[in-house]
C-alpha cells in the first residue's frame, strides 16, 4: 500500500510538473489572444516566451504608418523577480485594441504609480484596489481588472520607462490590422523594412508556445523524469527485496513443487506490474490534488490536467519499479529450495 | 521405480567436507510404502532432497521411473519436481495466503495443467476430508486439516512418488494417526509409491518395511 503511494507520488510528480508547465503556457497563449492584435514585433535575438528585450519606441510610429494597420500598441515589459513582470501600457491605445479592461474594483490609472492588477494576482496576494504594493518600488493598486489580457500588472507605460530607465524603450509591439486577409502582406511588409525584428502573426506566435521552445523547461522535465525512475527504482527495489526476505519460506515451497526460476521471477514481475498500476492510479488521482493545491495557494501558475501524458507518467513508473524488481527477482528465483524452507 | 546404487553426497561447509551419505543402496518397487527411520544426521533428509530433485547427488545412480537423476541439469530438476515427485513437510508448508483449494491448484499451474479437480481427485479430497474447508485459509485450518492439504497438494499432478518428511512430526496423537491412515489408503487405493521419513517407530509400521539408515548408509 505505502509503496503504491511512494510510486503515486513519482506519476504524481511528474504530472504536475507537465501540468504546470502546459498551464502557465496555455495561460501566456490565452493572455496574447486577450490583446486583440494580429501581429507582434520584437526586438532582434529575442527568444519567444522572453517579453523584457528592448527596442526602440520609435518602431511603433513606423508600424503605424503601414498600409492596412489600424492599430498599434507598444508595451514594456519589466520583470521584478520570482519569475514575476509588470507591462508597461498606453491604456488608451491598449484598450482600443483589446476592448478595455473589466474592472472588478478600483479603476483605471490616475497617477505615474498607479498599478493594475488581474483577479488572479491579486487574489494569490490578497491586494485590492487602494492598497499600496511594494514590488522593488513602491506602487499604488489603481484597480483589479478581470484576467486574460497580456498580463497580470500593468503600469502606465511612460511611468514604467522612467522608473526602470528605459526611457523611449519598448519590448513588444501589438498590432492590429483592418482584415485578416492583411495579416501576412503587413508581416512581409514589416520584415522587408525591419530587418532582424521578429514579426509574427498571432497564430504563429500562439503555436510557438510550447515546452520545446523553452529548453531549460525541457531539460527540467527530463531531470524530474529521470527523477521519477529513480524513485520507482528505488521503492520497489526496496519493497520487493523486503518482500523476497519476508517470503523466503514460500518461494522455498513454491521451488520444492517445482517451479522454475521464470515462474518465481514472474510472480514478482506481476506483484511489481500490480503495484505499478495501483501507484499510476493513485498519481493520476493525487494530481488532481496537487491541481487543487496550486490552485489555492499558487494561483499565478495555472495547473493543466494533461491527459496526453497519464499513459507516459504511469510508463515510467513502470519502468522503474520493473527495473526495481529485477535484483530481488533474481534473488528469489535463484533461492536454493533446501535453504529457504529451512527458513523461519 | 526408484533404483539407488552408491549414492554419495558430499556438502562443503566452509573448508570442510560433510560426507552426508557414504555409499546408499535401495530399491523401492512401484505402489510400495517404505519408512526410512534414523537419528538426526544419519542421511534420511538428503536421501529426500536428492530423491525430490533438490539437490543433485555428488556420485553414485540414482533411477526414477528410469531417469538417471546423476547429472540432470537445476531445470530437469525442476522438471522432476513438477512432474514426477509430491512432497509433504512436517510443517505443512502451505502459502498462507492462499485458501486450501488455491494452495493445491498452484501445483497443477506449476506443473502447467489446467486448474481444476477431475472426479477421481474429488474423491481424495472426500478420502481427505477437505470438501467443506476448501476455502479456508491455512491459518483457519486446524494442523491435521493442513498435513491434509499439504498431501492432496502433494498427489495432485499424480507423482510417481510422494515424499513424506516426518508428515506427523507437529501433530498430536489423533492427528497423527489421521494423517498415517490416509497415506496408507492413498498407497492401497491409489497404489501410491511412498516414502515416509519418521522417528517414530508407531508411524514406521504404517509402512510395507522399514529402512534404517545410519552415518550415511542403509543400515537394515
Known amino acids: 500500500m505505502l509503496s503504491a503511494v511512494a510510486i503515486g507520488v513519482q506519476v504524481t510528480m511528474i504530472l504536475t510538473l507537465v501540468g504546470v508547465s502546459q498551464g502557465v503556457l496555455a495561460d501566456i497563449a490565452r493572455n496574447s489572444r486577450g490583446t486583440g492584435a494580429d501581429i507582434l514585433v520584437r526586438p532582434p535575438g529575442s527568444s519567444v516566451l ?29 520583470s521584478i523577480g520570482n519569475f514575476d513582470s509588470i507591462t508597461g501600457i498606453n491604456i488608451g491605445e491598449f484598450s482600443a485594441m483589446s476592448g478595455g479592461f473589466r474592472f472588478l474594483e478600483g479603476g483605471p490609472f490616475q497617477g505615474p504609480d498607479d ?4 483577479e488572479v494576482y491579486a487574489k494569490a ?31 502606465p507605460l511612460e511611468s514604467l520607462q522612467e522608473k526602470y530607465s528605459a526611457r523611449e524603450k519598448v519590448s513588444v509591439v501589438y498590432v492590429k490590422v483592418d482584415d485578416p486577409k ?14 532582424d525584428y521578429k514579426v509574427f502573426s498571432l497564430d504563429e506566435f500562439v503555436s510557438l508556445i510550447s515546452v520545446d521552445s523553452i529548453p531549460i523547461l525541457k531539460r527540467f522535465t527530463n531531470v524530474v523524469v529521470g527523477l521519477a525512475v529513480i524513485v520507482g527504482f528505488l521503492v520497489v527495489f526496496l519493497s520487493m527485496y523486503t518482500a523476497v526476505l519476508e517470503r523466503t519460506r514460500e518461494i522455498g515451497i513454491l521451488k520444492a513443487l517445482g517451479a522454475s526460476p521464470g515462474y518465481v521471477m514472474s510472480i514478482l514481475m506481476r506483484e511489481t506490474l500490480a503495484l505499478a498500476v495501483a501507484g499510476a492510479i493513485a498519481g493520476i488521482l493525487m494530481s488532481y490534488g ?4 496550486m490552485k489555492v495557494f499558487v494561483p499565478t501558475m495555472p495547473m493543466l490536467i494533461v491527459h496526453a501524458w497519464w499513459p507516459w507518467a504511469s510508463l515510467i513508473a513502470l519502468v ?19 535453504e529457504a524452507l529451512a527458513y523461519d | 521405480m526408484i533404483e539407488i546404487q ?13 560426507h552426508a551419505l557414504r555409499g546408499v543402496n535401495l530399491k523401492v518397487e512401484r505402489g510400495e510404502f517404505v519408512s526410512i527411520v534414523g537419528p538426526s544426521g544419519s542421511g534420511k533428509s538428503t536421501l529426500f532432497h536428492i530423491l525430490g530433485g533438490l539437490t543433485p547427488p555428488t556420485s553414485g545412480t540414482v533411477h526414477i521411473d528410469g531417469r538417471d537423476l546423476l547429472g540432470m541439469t537445476d531445470a530437469e530438476r525442476t522438471d522432476l519436481r513438477k512432474k514426477s515427485v509430491g512432497f509433504v513437510f512436517q510443517k505443512y508448508n502451505l502459502l498462507p495466503t492462499l485458501s486450501a483449494q488455491d494452495n493445491i491448484t498452484i501445483a497443477q499451474d506449476i506443473a502447467g495443467r489446467p486448474q481444476g479437480f477431475d472426479p477421481q481427485f474429488e474423491e481424495i479430497l472426500g478420502l481427505l476430508g477437505l470438501k467443506g474447508r476448501l476455502h479456508h485459509k491455512p491459518r483457519a485450518l486446524s494442523g491435521g486439516e493442513q498435513q491434509r492439504v499439504a498431501i492432496a497438494r502433494a498427489i495432485v499432478n499424480h507423482p510417481a512418488i510422494l515424499l513424506a518428511d516426518e508428515p506427523t512430526g507437529n501433530l498430536d496423537t489423533q492427528n497423527s494417526d489421521a494423517v498415517l491412515g490416509l497415506l496408507r489408503d492413498l498407497n492401497t487405493r491409489l497404489g501410491q509409491t511412498i516414502l515416509m521419513i519418521t522417528h517414530n517407530p508407531e508411524a514406521a509400521a504404517y509402512g510395507h518395511r522399514i529402512v534404517k539408515m545410519r552415518d550415511g548408509r542403509v543400515v537394515e
Open chain 1, 125 to 155: 496576494h490578497k491586494l485590492h484596489a487602494g492598497n499600496t504594493v511594494e514590488l522593488g518600488l513602491k506602487w499604488h493598486v489603481a484597480g483589479v481588472v478581470e484576467s486574460g489580457k497580456l498580463s497580470r500588472m500593468f503600469a
Open chain 1, 320 to 338: 522503474g519499479s520493473a527495473l526495481g524488481a529485477v535484483y530481488p527477482g533474481m534473488k528469489a528465483s535463484r533461492q536454493d529450495a533446501i
Open chain 1, 182 to 195: 492583411n495579416v501576412q502582406a503587413v508581416i512581409d511588409s514589416l520584415h522587408a523594412k525591419l530587418e
Open chain 1, 115 to 118: 498599478l493594475l492588477l488581474d
Open chain 2, 6 to 18: 552408491n549414492l554419495k553426497k558430499t556438502y562443503r561447509v566452509g573448508d570442510v567436507d560433510v
Open chain 1, 290 to 293: 496537487t491541481q487543487w493545491i
Open chain 1, 50 to 78: 522572453a517579453f523584457s528585450g528592448d527596442m526602440p519606441q520609435g518602431i511603433v510610429g513606423l508600424v503605424r504608418k503601414e498600409p492596412h494597420v489600424t492599430m498599434v500598441s507598444g508595451t514594456k515589459v519589466q
